[in-house]
């Protein structure tokens, strides 16, 4: 009997009635959070290789990258270089092989490498170039392509040996990839004694993944001392020979990974290698004296005295040292600049700035501190900058301003630092003598000459300067996407900021343009009409406000990859332009049941995989293993399959090799990519990778059959035959035929057709060597067995041998 007034039960009813909706909707929300797919999808360029040639050649190039669709588009930026419109035929080199592991349970990404040429002009402008890719699932970031002047070797595998150096004549730029885990890169090279030999390894001012180490061996053997410095995160090494003779140089990673995108560039030499310029800049339009600090190969730096042009344009510039030595950055002005004096270390012999002014100065010793006097009225407010250069220099500058008394009114150090300077806006409290002490945040423990900085004093002037996150834009067709934009306000500059894009294709609009006053970031978005056309475009951002009567525009500058975390690059790492890609929306989506299957190793086991086929496209699709996993999958692959034009479902072959690791996974998720080439309804032609939605999840059982040699016949010998006695151990789970072939045979050995009939466990291979073979001492025969079970599954096994033969 219900007791309650008939108000508290309907009360209780609709509760009820709540906690079963909100029941239904968590349910929903982990279910969506369950099959999320756990993988990112936007194509990524990763490498390019070799990153570089010397002008007056053609480069074939190996273009590395992920979840990218075949004839992907290739774009070069840059005066004097030049490429097809699309990457070629899928492609790989000859890699070192890496030790196997127990797999992992972290994210792994498997990248794929396509053919291209690149033709450098004989006039190409020494430096950096850049490159993009774009299809119709989005373009990439800008990477850097190196035109050089040397001659260009190529390295190739076997060389991770001393026995295996290749040889390289000075001076050269060789071409490298730690391939393997195990990789090692040997080299080896005449030198003179007296010479200064100059090892220069860029990996990391490529964007590269590799963290180089190197190693100098000398004709006896032994390791040879040598300065041993870094730019950035990359090594810079140069010795004195002291004999005449061959020496080596070795190239590997400081951890044991490897891959295709572990990419260098080594250049070695008897050039100088300067290492920091000082002064570091000079006003437009002159011409100074600068002194260029080498590695002297003996541990102290080598001073070359040159005179410098300075370009007539504010900004910076990079400059060829003398000697033919490397280039490195220099800034070119709008202030008068001097350089500060070596006796200006306390308040007492502090130096007169007579501002506005650009004073370069270096914190030669590890307690060195620079001083300076400046005179300052109550009524003009300043600006005072510092600024460690070039980027990847040492210096960690702190400014702090002092009053005649040596009372501290303010400071800033590089903790605080924006876009690598730091900077104090400064109302003097009143006419009269202050002081600007410069000192390094690591006094007293790190000083030297490479320890450089920049420090610009003037009065206030209201400015401001556009930046942006990423250089390129992702914009699906009837959506949006957006674009980080940081605004720096300098001498009080509150005005308000107009964003204007230049380059937009039609379809395109822009929403967030408005940057309101003292507002210092915004989110730039890019807006796609549902019909516009899918390409990709450069485009140019500007900002335009009106301070103090006057309209100001500024150029947004951006930052390719091709630099280090510290900065460091081969070139200018900012550009002034981003590049725009309309994605086109996608035309299939992949499908598959995520829930556990049971598969044994040493199989082909079919998955169920679904295509949703949209928008009326019905052409065929290439599905292959994806280019990015949640985790290691232990050798498994996906042989690819090609669904025909129509079909909405198609058995995907997933082989287990049965070499894969016991217990140590508990299951394994597989995700499958598709790609297809289609004609957009401009008559375009469109490429497009689409990753599955959901992954293939197997759980592995025991081997049913193994594969083992009994016995050889006789020892080999060319023109012969010999008999390969076979086993193979079953289960009762199989009993079916199967067939015999020879895996990857060198060229020259062949065998003739042999198989394991039902139920039986011995077979005879009959194995031919021609006539005309060389000896090997080596060789290595790997047989596989395959059958078929119930169900589709194929059963595969192999076993290898080694045998020696000669004449």
């Known amino acids: 009997m219900n007791c309650l007034p008939e108000s508290l039960t309907h009360q209780r009813e609709q509760y009820r009635a709540w906690i079963l909706v909100a029941s239904v909707l968590c349910l929903l929300v982990l279910t969506e959070i369950a099959v999320a797919q756990q993988v990112p999808t936007d194509p990524t360029s990763t490498h390019i290789f070799p990153a570089g040639g010397r002008r007056g050649t053609k480069v074939?190039?190996?273009?590395?990258?992920?979840?990218?669709?075949?004839?992907?588009?290739?774009?070069?930026?840059?005066?004097?270089?030049?490429?097809?419109?699309?990457?070629?035929?899928?492609?790989?080199?000859?890699?070192?092989?890496?030790?196997?592991?127990?797999?992992?349970?972290?994210?792994?990404?498997?990248?794929?490498?396509?053919?291209?040429?690149?033709?450098?002009?004989?006039?190409?402008?020494?430096?950096?170039?850049?490159?993009?890719?774009?299809?119709?699932?989005?373009?990439?970031?800008?990477r850097p392509f190196i035109v050089g002047d040397l001659p260009e070797f190529i390295e190739s595998e076997p060389n991770s040996l001393p026995n295996e150096a290749q040889r390289v004549e000075l001076p050269v730029t060789i071409n490298g990839q730690i391939a393997g885990e195990s990789d090692l890169d040997y080299f080896r090279f005449d030198a003179k004694a007296g010479d200064v030999v100059r090892v220069d390894v860029?990996?990391?001012?490529?964007?590269?993944?590799?963290?180089?180490?190197?190693?100098?061996?000398?004709?006896?053997?032994?390791?040879?001392?040598?300065?041993?410095?870094?730019?950035?995160?990359?090594?810079?090494?140069?010795?004195?020979?002291?004999?005449?003779?061959?020496?080596?140089?070795?190239?590997?990673?400081?951890?044991?990974?490897?891959?295709?995108?572990?990419?260098?560039?080594?250049?070695?030499?008897?050039?100088?290698?300067?290492?920091?310029?000082?002064?570091?800049?000079?006003?437009?339009?002159?011409?100074?004296?600068?002194?260029?600090?080498?590695?002297?190969?003996?541990?102290?730096?080598?001073?070359?005295?040159?005179?410098?042009?300075?370009?007539?344009?504010?900004?910076?510039?990079?400059?060829?040292?003398?000697?033919?030595?490397?280039?490195?950055?220099?800034?070119?002005?709008?202030?008068?600049?001097?350089?500060?004096?070596?006796?200006?270390?306390?308040?007492?012999?502090?130096?007169?700035?007579?501002?506005?002014?650009?004073?370069?100065?270096?914190?030669?010793?590890?307690?060195?501190?620079?001083?300076?006097?400046?005179?300052?009225?109550?009524?003009?407010?300043?600006?005072?900058?510092?600024?460690?250069?070039?980027?990847?220099?040492?210096?960690?500058?702190?400014?702090?301003?002092?009053?005649?008394?040596?009372?501290?009114?303010?400071?800033?150090?590089?903790?605080?630092?924006?876009?690598?300077?730091?900077?104090?806006?400064?109302?003097?409290?009143?006419?009269?003598?202050?002081?600007?002490?410069?000192?390094?945040?690591?006094?007293?423990?790190?000083?030297?000459?490479?320890?450089?900085y920049r420090l610009r004093v003037q009065q206030a002037v209201p400015d401001f300067a556009i930046s942006l996150k990423s250089d390129f834009i992702n914009v699906v067709q009837g959506a949006r996407g957006e674009i980080d934009v940081a605004v720096e306000r300098r001498g009080g500059c509150v005005a308000p900021v107009e964003l204007i894009v230049e380059g937009l294709p039609e379809g395109i609009r822009i929403e967030g343009q408005h940057v309101a006053a003292a507002q210092v970031s915004v989110k730039l978005a890019f807006v796609a009409d549902a019909e516009a056309r899918s390409c990709d475009v450069t485009l140019r951002i500007k900002g335009k406000a009106e301070i103090n009567g006057t309209v100001v525009e500024r150029e947004a500058r951006a930052t390719h990859l091709g630099h280090d975390v510290d900065g460091a690059s081969l070139g200018p790492a900012e550009i002034d332009h981003v590049q725009l890609t309309v994605v086109h929306k996608p035309v299939f989506k992949l499908y598959c049941n995520e829930a556990y299957q049971y598969g044994h190793r040493g199989t082909i086991y079919p998955y169920l995989m679904e295509v949703e086929r949209l928008d009326g496209?019905?052409?065929?699709?290439?599905?292959?293993?994806?280019?990015?996993?949640?985790?290691?999958?232990?050798?498994?692959?996906?042989?690819?399959?090609?669904?025909?034009?129509?079909?909405?479902?198609?058995?995907?072959?997933?082989?287990?090799?049965?070499?894969?690791?016991?217990?140590?996974?508990a299951h394994s998720n597989v995700y499958a990519q598709g790609h297809v080439e289609f004609q957009d309804k401009f008559g375009q032609k469109q490429t497009m990778l689409v990753v599955s939605t959901m992954r293939c999840m197997i759980r592995t059982l025991p081997t049913i059959t193994k594969l083992r040699m009994a016995d050889l016949e006789r020892p080999p010998q060319p023109g012969g035959a010999i008999r390969c006695q076979l086993i193979l151990d079953r289960t009762s789970q199989f009993s079916g035929p199967m067939q015999i072939e020879l895996i990857d045979p060198v060229p020259g050995i062949t065998i003739q057709p042999a198989q394991f009939k039902a139920d039986e466990e011995h077979a005879e291979v009959t194995v031919q060597i021609d006539p005309a073979m060389q000896p090997c001492p080596n060789l290595s025969l790997k047989f596989r067995a395959h059958g078929k079970m119930s169900g589709d599954v194929q059963v595969i096994t192999e076993t290898q041998v080694s045998v020696h033969f000669s004449k």
């Open 617 to 665: 496209f019905d052409g065929p699709i290439q599905l292959q293993m994806a280019d990015r996993q949640i985790k290691d999958l232990d050798g498994i692959e996906i042989i690819e399959t090609r669904v025909a034009s129509g079909q909405k479902q198609v058995m995907l072959p997933l082989y287990l090799p049965e070499t894969m690791h016991i217990n140590v996974q």
């Open 60 to 142: 074939d190039v190996r273009v590395g990258g992920e979840c990218l669709p075949p004839a992907t588009r290739f774009r070069l930026f840059g005066e004097g270089v030049s490429a097809a419109p699309e990457l070629g035929i899928a492609t790989t080199g000859r890699y070192a092989p890496s030790p196997r592991r127990k797999p992992g349970e972290q994210p792994i990404t498997y990248p794929r490498e396509w053919r291209s040429q690149i033709e450098i002009a004989d006039d190409a402008p020494l430096g950096v170039k850049l490159w993009r890719l774009s299809c119709a699932r989005g373009g990439t970031c800008g």
């Open 202 to 452: 860029a990996a990391g001012r490529l964007g590269s993944a590799l963290d180089p180490i190197t190693q100098l061996l000398g004709p006896d053997g032994h390791r040879v001392v040598a300065d041993d410095v870094r730019i950035g995160a990359d090594p810079v090494l140069a010795f004195r020979a002291t004999v005449t003779g061959e020496y080596q140089l070795l190239i590997s990673n400081v951890t044991f990974r490897g891959g295709p995108n572990y990419v260098y560039r080594a250049t070695v030499s008897t050039a100088p290698l300067i290492q920091v310029a000082f002064p570091a800049g000079g006003q437009s339009g002159t011409t100074q004296e600068i002194a260029f600090l080498a590695l002297s190969g003996e541990g102290q730096r080598r001073t070359f005295i040159d005179k410098v042009a300075f370009p007539g344009s504010v900004g910076e510039f990079w400059h060829t040292g003398p000697m033919q030595a490397n280039a490195i950055p220099l800034i070119a002005s709008d202030l008068r600049e001097e350089t500060e004096a070596a006796s200006n270390d306390s308040r007492e012999s502090a130096m007169e700035l007579a501002w506005p002014l650009i004073m370069n100065g270096q914190f030669e010793t590890t307690g060195d501190e620079d001083w300076f006097r400046i005179n300052c009225r109550k009524e003009t407010p300043m600006t005072i900058e510092c600024s460690s250069y070039p980027r990847w220099s040492p210096s960690l500058p702190i400014v702090v301003i002092v009053n005649a008394d040596g009372g501290v009114l303010t400071s800033t150090s590089a903790a605080q630092a924006v876009m690598g300077t730091i900077r104090i806006e400064w109302q003097p409290p009143a006419d009269g003598v202050y002081f600007l002490r410069v000192r390094d945040l690591q006094h007293g423990v790190r000083g030297g000459p490479e320890f450089i």
